[in-house]
């Protein structure tokens, strides 16, 4: 059974401004779904030109249907990404930060024309420690599954994020969210990688060593945020109104500097098929338009698959503002599957 927040009458909209605030959540509950959103040629076009993400297979339809063997042009495993957070933001109307993702899983290729629904369900809630230069807050753990228009699920992930709360009266929550754990279980990611793939029309594997941290030279200015937002159907105030950010700023949807991440990774990758999941994310600094972010990835474990290799990647993301030293923003863990 679903339910949305506290009030709202099913099937009625509330403005983008109305909650849900912390108070607001229940644990096990479901929310109501945002609608579901058909990823097009012009959803894809769009993306790409955001984020210029040259992961071969999503560029090249021959290309695509050579590795998969099957018709139709395939979606970029981070935009699929970004359509499923910017349907779970039904949820985050009252977000101050998304904290982390963790176990995200691919679990069946996109292909373009291809229609994803959302599902949103709360995990745990707990109030965030109160201080007297902010207003009280709270941390939702969330569940998400997004299935496509056959009714496969595509998309299995946990997100966490702090919310506003109404007032500082305590809830009583205080649930163990859990942590993001640094230890891969590449046995869960071989479970869900597109085995049967040919990986062969993207060359010979490419040489690097574990423990090896590559940079990539092409840093990158974050432009177009606010149609990547509404690209996505991401509801969240803080991502559109500069006078809810700090210093009057307007701050970036963290999607927006994982795929800023996820072309600078590819870029040092060429040879990547897919990313099939992410081990853990977490934005550990704020992005704002304008910022000039580069990406650097270290190559944490290679392991067998049928076809090819999954390489476990740690990516950190810097963001250089106004001339100052660059700060680091973006911790990214990031399996990958390649020659």
């Not at 840093?219 to 559109?240: E, G, K, M, S, Y």
């Amino acid at each position: 059974m679903t339910s949305g927040w506290r009030g709202l009458l099913r099937g009625v909209v509330a403005p983008a401004g109305d909650g849900p605030w912390f108070e607001d959540f229940a644990q096990g509950e479901q929310l109501d779904p945002a609608p579901a959103i058909t990823i097009g040629p012009g959803e894809a076009t769009v993306y790409q030109a955001i984020c210029g993400d040259p992961l071969a297979i999503s560029l090249s339809r021959p290309l695509a249907e050579a590795i998969t063997g099957e018709p139709g042009s395939v979606v970029n495993p981070a935009l699929v990404l970004q359509v499923a957070i910017g349907q779970s933001t039904v949820a985050t109307r009252k977000v101050v930060a998304n904290l982390f993702y963790r176990g995200v899983r691919q679990l069946c290729t996109v292909r373009v024309g291809e229609t994803l629904t959302t599902t949103v369900t709360v995990r745990g809630l707990r109030e965030a420690s109160a201080r007297p230069d902010r207003p009280p807050r709270g941390l939702v753990l969330l569940g998400m599954q997004t299935h496509d228009g056959q009714g496969r699920l595509v998309l299995d992930f946990e997100r966490c994020a702090l919310v506003r709360r109404r007032s500082d009266a305590p809830t009583g929550h205080e649930d163990d969210l859990g942590g993001t754990l640094d230890e891969i279980d590449m046995d869960t990611f071989a479970e869900s990688a597109p085995v049967d793939w040919d990986l062969s029309p993207l060359g010979d594997p490419q040489e690097w060593p574990i423990g090896e941290t590559r940079r990539d030279p092409l840093r990158d200015t974050v432009t177009d945020a606010l149609a990547l937002v509404r690209l996505t159907q991401n509801l969240a105030p803080i991502h559109r109104d500069a006078s809810l950010g700090q210093g009057g700023k307007r701050l970036v949807y963290g999607g927006h500097t994982v795929g800023l991440a996820q072309a600078g990774l590819i870029r040092l990758l060429p040879t990547a098929a897919t990313v099939v999941g992410w081990h853990l994310c977490d934005h550990i600094g704020p992005v704002f338009e304008d910022d000039v972010v580069d990406v650097a990835a270290t190559l944490d474990a290679a392991e067998p698959v049928a076809n090819g290799r999954l390489l476990a990647f740690t990516v950190i993301g810097q963001a250089e503002r106004g001339g100052a030293v660059p700060v680091p923003v973006l911790d990214w863990r990031p399996i990958v599957l390649a020659p």
